[in-house]
């Protein structure tokens, strides 16, 4: 790699494992047996709803929660035995902005660049400045900048001691697009020049840039895959299904039609397009009766219809559960 790399390459099957991962509060589960291998060089993506357990299955993989049950690994270091090694090989990028606000960035930089006792500090620091273009800022304060900046420098600040693998929570949220689509980008040359990015977003568009993706839902890993891979799972397009949308000018209208005709099995919205999924037996003639003049096209699942479809088969799991213990 070049002297602008940010991050060193590793050789290693798995540069991230989860191996029944568990932990519990008291009588309360927040993360439930959960396994993942995610591979170097890649970007996982990693949803779900608030409170699922996200948190707290980053945290037992950085060593700083020691699991009720079950382990995992960091570039080959034990999440429990070997902690210490592990934060010396991660950056953790936090969705809210917790650098000092009343620092100037260089202030910033060069103060993590003393936490992490990086080595030829000011050389470093003057790439960080390069490679992120935070040089026109340099000596504004940090909690003048705009979103976009603040989470650039954020990221620099993650970055200084050459990290190998990154955990970044909700790293665009609040940011304009210009700055999403900028951001992203310098992901893309991080796993370029082999690091590994742990990334969780609540944007389907974002999702669909990871290479593999998971799903936790109340402290369950629901699904594991590629985007391609879980969009064409059978529990979201069932034999004897399939998709079918419509661009109209009162999609919400459109919507309730469809949803208290009692033969779609799930809607959705899009802008003006309303996207569904009904039996196979249900002709066009069917629905287009039904929809007026309205356009007809086939359709095919998205990523929030995998989410959608996915939660609601495990709250109905979850209530068959409640059932059966009362």
């Known amino acids: 790699m070049g002297n602008n790399s940010l991050g060193d390459t590793g050789q290693t099957s798995a540069a991230i494992i989860a191996d029944e991962l568990t932990m519990r509060f008291g009588a309360f589960t927040a993360v439930d047996r959960v396994s993942l291998s995610i591979p170097p060089a890649s970007i996982f993506g990693f949803l779900g709803p ?6 707290t299955l980053i945290r037992m993989l950085c060593g700083l929660l020691v699991p009720s049950e079950g382990g995992g690994s960091i570039l080959g270091y034990d999440c429990v035995r070997e902690s ?23 202030e ?18 003057s790439m960080i400045f390069e ?50 689509h ?20 609540h944007y389907m568009d974002e999702a669909e840039r990871c290479n593999r993706l998971g799903y936790i839902y109340h402290s369950r890993l629901l699904v ?5 891979h879980l969009k064409q799972d059978q529990r979201i397009t069932p034999a004897g299904t399939r998709w079918l949308e419509t661009t109209v000018a009162q999609p919400r209208e459109v919507a309730d039609r469809l949803e208290q005709w009692g033969r779609v099995q799930l809607v959705s919205l899009f802008g003006n397009t309303v996207h569904f999924r009904v039996a196979a037996e249900v002709g066009d003639g069917d629905v287009q009766r039904l929809l007026g003049e309205a356009q007809l096209q086939p359709g095919a699942p998205t990523l929030e ?5 996915l939660t609601r088969e495990a709250e109905a799991a979850r209530a068959a559960m409640g059932q059966e213990a009362g």
């Not at 594991?224 to 391609?228: A, I, K, N, S, V």
């Not at 219809?305 to 479809?309: A, G, L, P, Q, T």
């Open 50 to 55: 608030n409170g699922s357990g996200k948190s």
């Open 84 to 106: 210490e090694q592990i934060k010396r090989s991660i950056g953790y990028m936090s969705q809210k902005f917790s650098l000092y606000p009343d620092l100037t960035v260089i």
């Open 108 to 125: 910033n930089l060069t103060f993590y660049a003393r936490i992490y006792d990086v080595r030829q500090r000011d050389e470093r620091i």
């Open 131 to 180: 490679r992120l273009e935070l040089a026109p800022y340099r000596n504004r304060r940090a909690g003048r900048l705009s979103g976009g900046w603040k989470q650039r420098l954020a990221l620099g600040c993650a970055l200084l001691h050459r990290p190998r693998v990154l955990f970044l929570d909700e790293p665009t949220a609040g940011i304009d697009p210009v700055a999403r």
């Open 182 to 201: 900028s951001l992203w980008n310098l992901l893309y040359e991080l796993v370029h020049e082999g690091a590994t990015l742990f990334v969780t977003t």
């Open 224 to 228: 594991e895959g590629t985007p391609q």
């Open 305 to 309: 219809d995998v989410f959608v479809m």
